[in-house]
């Protein structure tokens, strides 16, 4: 779609780094990124649609980002996705070479007990799906929630097959199903502001704890923004992981 309608297309797909690495060898475990979401898709339209609004569409449903990349040699655009498991990070930032640490969680209002997919789109009318399937998250005596609460329902235009739904579900799950730490910091040392969003990073010699965990569980985090200028760079991180 991007080379079709908006006039892009990429020199080779390794040019697209996948969570940093090329693509033709990436995946959660060491695997094509092909093989990690081989999510087949079917879609159609009988009338024009905005570009932005399906590309997001598809982003959504295939669970990852799409980042155009000026930053790095040799590099053209980034895929972004949360892995199952991670052994190793990108980065790993010392509590020393940070400013303005702040440490939070997400809140219990974006917490998501259930979630539904509506696929199958209908053939003949696209406000119709065959299908519906739904994921309750399986820790919610923890938080004293219900599966009542907080309920999300999507509609699914490009997934058909149950168990690649099935998937999807358990992606966004794992993102939004518990609370999540989330950090923001200034980092003051100069060779860590190569860090681009989708990174993964790791903490030491952190000050304190976050909320009766350790940083060093080892909880692993994703860089999700940052704000660089000229005298600072500030990043702020989402936990993906605890091993």
């Known amino acids: 779609m991007v080379n079709r309608y908006a ?3 990429a020199t080779g797909l390794d040019y697209i780094k996948v969570n940093g ?10 695997v094509s990124i092909d093989e990690d979401r081989n999510w087949p898709c079917r879609w159609w339209t009988l009338e024009q649609k905005n570009l932005v609004h399906i590309l997001n569409q598809l982003q959504f449903e295939g669970a990852f980002i799409w980042i155009f990349d000026e930053a790095s040699s040799g590099v053209e655009a980034r895929v972004v996705y949360k892995k199952l498991t991670y052994s190793a990070s990108d980065h790993t930032l010392d509590g020393n070479n940070l400013a303005n640490i702040d440490v939070s969680m997400t809140p219990f209002s974006e917490i998501v007990t259930t979630r539904k997919a509506n696929y199958q789109r209908h ?5 119709r799906y065959l299908a519906q399937n739904s994921k309750v998250n399986a820790n919610l005596a923890d938080y ?11 509609n699914l235009d490009f997934l058909t097959a149950t168990a690649d739904v099935d998937e999807h579900l358990t992606y966004y799950d794992s993102i939004t199903g518990e609370p999540k730490v989330l950090v923001q910091a200034d980092l003051l040392k100069p060779s860590d502001w190569t860090m681009q969003v989708g990174d993964s990073v790791q903490f030491q010699n952190m000050p304190y704890e976050p909320y009766g965990r350790t940083f060093e569980s080892p909880i692993y985090f994703m860089c999700v923004r940052t704000v660089p200028s000229p005298t600072k760079f500030t990043a702020y991180f989402r936990e993906v992981y605890e091993a």
């Open 7 to 9: 006039g892009w297309d």
């Open 21 to 30: 690495s090329a693509w033709s060898t990436t995946g959660t475990a060491g």
């Open 123 to 127: 053939p003949a009318d696209e406000k």
């Open 144 to 154: 004293n929630l219900d599966a009542l609460e907080n309920i999300v329902e999507h």
